[in-house]
């Protein structure tokens, strides 16, 4: 039985405010399938530690380690859950075995990363989180929920909620970036595009919150490394989109690999049993990241193996990812008392009742259909959405009346990436293939007007050789297209840099190219915030591509040729320099904030503005927007009600253009210090050529609300600004009170 509600997609953790409001069908059963309850009532000890096992097959290497002997392990029940195999050939097998060899035929779940895309890849996170359109990331995910439903897989470790303000740490290309708001937005759209509103349906997929939590604030950005920070912090700006995904019916959640306040998030049970559980009423599992409970030996938090596994087990983790100490030890662990019986019984009926919800025990088979999976993958009409979404999610920073780019004039196009299908992919692509990319960058252009092409350089090293053959190429053509940025394999896990410059000698190039005076666009291929303050003064415009997907070719030669005009917002702030690192929109004042250009004693640097490059927000269009002034519907408002604030946006220019139109707000004064301005509410609105509309925000007491000095969540009494504009540097402002 299914239980529909309405939820708000929530933008901290208990009543905050939303961004909107989901409609979700949260499959978990009221209580346990009475299926569930009398197969526990059946199984021996060794079977029940089986359902917590969760081994990796030999498809695909995605952690450090690979287990031998994984199909014996189905067979003797003492494994039940089966990541990096797909197909529906192969998973069918494997279920065969799972369903007709052992004693109880429970069937298996299939895991697998389907980040951004399954065989149809979209933009990376960070690119698709930079469209602000929770409608086409909803897409994506049901998109990719098909394909890989069709391939046999039952559940993604997705979506990644981790917010993170530092771009020094691959896996940023993997989240929705620094705002808590908005990637609670995110991460609800992508629940339920992966979960729909029917998880038993064969065309769905079981989401994962991950990594919980704070996994993206590791101390000096190197990928696992420890996290510390108040908790309030944590509450308010970390937690939320974890939250927002639970709520919006996501039923498991990964552990992620760091430390939070001393203790391992994979035997936190703060995290785990009083946030999770207790305040959030968490209904699902909870699974280790990869081998997980054996890295607490390493933290200094478990003397071995054993005993983090009997740490894991009691905190409230309920599946072990390929670390083996459940498979190894547990058994014996209830059997001598360090685990109850009934807390290993509870880890169980979770797991369990999500197969049910699933519908595996009415069909094993239901997923496993290679006609469907024929039929579902690398479709035309999903082609057709991760080219419009590429496109979507491509921001342009800069602009000097280069773009768009004239077609039918004479084109070159430099650089390494702009002949490269794999590095559209980006990192964790799932199973998509190089194979299945129609067309690299420079193929693209070369179909919209005459190009000739020139590598340049690579992306890394010190090689100019190929320098002459690009300029000669520049020289005899009539604009540049130069594409620049990291290696695919530089951005994602275990990819952490101490530079956030562009590697090798691309920016060299890129001067060289400039002075040939002809016009230059740049085109960035990259996971993560960039240096980009060389880069900016020599380009005449400068696009942000991303890694953007199967169709990315065809996306960026859309957009620089102007047939898409770009609407992408920055998603997380591009630093000036790696020194302004940690750099973001919702940063406090201290008591000596920069406001006299002149002064010494105030907060800011020496050498370097205190602004970033290109902020929060920011990005431009081929068209242009302006605003009104604020209306406020009152100048003050008390509880229950709601103050609206009022803007109308104009295009001034000549081309029908989309506009994210964003909201924020700042407490003047708080029982504790409050940001500069948070984002608290926006709206994407399309407009014609000198075509106005007005666009109206509500602010209720949830808008205004925080963590208080004692730990409530509420709002307090005074005065507040509220900013409306196309970013969060540029845009009007309005004062109210709250009383």
């Not at 069908?25 to 029940?48: F, H």
């Not at 031998?68 to 050939?89: L, V």
């Not at 004693?601 to 009104?628: M, Q, V």
Request: hydrophobic share 40%.
């Amino acid at each position: 039985m299914k239980h529909c509600k309405t939820l708000f997609v929530a933008a901290a953790l208990s009543a905050v405010a939303t961004v909107g409001i989901v409609t979700s069908c949260n499959p978990a059963p009221e209580g346990s399938d009475p299926r569930v309850e009398k197969l526990l009532r059946k199984m021996t000890l060794e079977e029940k530690v089986g359902q917590t096992v969760l081994f990796t097959s030999d498809w695909t290497v995605t952690g450090p380690s690979m287990r031998q002997g994984y199909i014996d392990d189905i067979r003797s029940g003492r494994c039940g859950n089966i990541f990096n195999a797909y197909t529906a050939d192969y998973t069918r097998k494997l279920q065969e075995i799972a369903v007709n060899e052992t004693r109880l035929g429970i069937p298996l779940l299939f895991g697998y990363d389907v980040i951004h895309g399954f065989r149809t890849i979209f933009p990376i996170n960070l690119g698709m989180a930079c469209t602000w359109d929770m409608d086409a990331i909803t897409r994506s995910a049901q998109i990719a929920a098909r394909e890989a439903s069709a391939a046999g897989l039952h559940w993604t470790y997705s979506p990644m909620c981790d917010i993170c303000v530092e771009p020094r740490w691959g896996r940023i290309s993997e989240g929705a970036g620094e705002d808590p708001y908005l990637g609670s937005a995110i991460a609800a759209a992508m629940t339920k595009g992966y979960q729909g509103s029917d998880l038993s349906a064969d065309n769905t997929l079981l989401a994962c919150v991950k990594h919980y939590a704070a996994y993206g604030a590791p101390q000096a950005g190197r990928d696992y490394n420890t996290v510390d920070m108040s908790e309030r912090w944590l509450r308010e700006f970390y937690l939320p989109p974890y939250k927002a995904a639970v709520d919006a019916g996501a039923l498991s959640v990964m552990a992620s690999f760091n430390e939070l306040d001393g203790v391992p998030a994979t035997a936190n049970a703060h995290l785990l049993q009083d946030i999770l559980r207790d305040e959030w009423g968490f209904r699902g599992f909870v699974v280790t990241d990869y081998t997980g409970i054996n890295e607490m030996v390493c933290h200094g938090y478990a003397a071995d193996e054993k005993d983090a596994g009997r740490l894991a087990m009691n905190a409230g983790i309920d599946m072990d990812m390929q670390s083996a100490a459940y498979f190894n030890y547990l058994v014996d662990q209830v059997r001598s008392g360090e685990v109850k019986e009934s807390t290993l019984d509870e880890a169980v009926r979770r797991i369990l009742n999500v197969k049910a919800a699933l519908g595996l025990f009415d069909d094993p088979y239901r997923y496993c259909s290679p006609e469907r999976e024929a039929s579902q993958t690398l479709t035309a009409q999903n082609k057709a959405e991760a080219r419009s979404i590429a496109a979507q999610s491509m921001v342009l920073l800069k602009n000097d009346g280069v773009l768009p780019l004239r077609k039918g004039a004479r084109t070159a196009v430099i650089g390494a990436l702009a002949a490269s299908k794999d590095d559209l992919l980006g990192s964790w692509r799932g199973a998509g293939e190089v194979q299945a990319v129609p067309a690299t960058i420079a193929d693209a252009i070369r179909e919209v007007t005459p190009a000739v092409y020139a590598e340049g350089c690579k992306e890394t090293g010190d090689d100019r050789s190929g320098f002459g053959a690009a300029l000669a190429a520049a020289r005899s053509a009539d604009q540049i297209v130069l594409v620049i940025g990291e290696d695919c394999q530089w951005t994602g896990e275990a990819a952490s840099r101490t530079s956030i410059n562009i590697p090798g000698v691309q920016s060299e190039l890129l001067e060289k190219l400039a002075a040939t005076g002809k016009p230059l666009a740049v085109v960035l291929l990259n996971g993560r915030p960039l240096d980009l303050s060389a880069v900016s003064a020599a380009a005449g415009a400068l696009l942000e591509a991303w890694y953007p997907g199967t169709m990315g070719g065809y996306a960026v030669a859309d957009v620089l040729f102007g047939d898409v005009n770009p609407s992408g917002k920055l998603c997380v702030t591009f630093p000036r320099n790696l020194g302004q690192v940690p750099i973001y929109h919702y940063a406090k004042n201290t008591g000596r904030p920069y406001v006299h250009p002149e002064a010494k004693y105030e907060s800011r640097y020496l050498d370097c503005p205190n602004e970033p490059l290109y902020a929060f927000g920011h990005g431009l269009s081929y068209t242009t927007f302006s605003y009104s002034d604020i209306t406020l519907s009152a100048a003050s408002f008390g509880a229950g009600d709601t103050l609206q604030a009022s803007v109308t946006v104009t295009n001034t220019g000549g081309r029908t253009g989309t506009e994210t139109v964003q909201m924020y707000i700042r407490d003047l004064v708080g029982s504790v210090t409050r940001p500069v301005r948070q984002l608290k509410g926006f709206e994407r609105v399309t407009l014609a050529p000198g075509e106005s509309k007005q666009l109206t925000f509500d602010i209720n007491p949830e808008t205004i609300s925080f963590w208080r000095a004692d730990m409530t969540w509420g709002p307090e009494a005074g005065g507040f600004k509220v900013f409306i504009g196309g970013s969060s540097d540029n845009v009007k402002e309005a004062e109210f009170s709250y009383e």
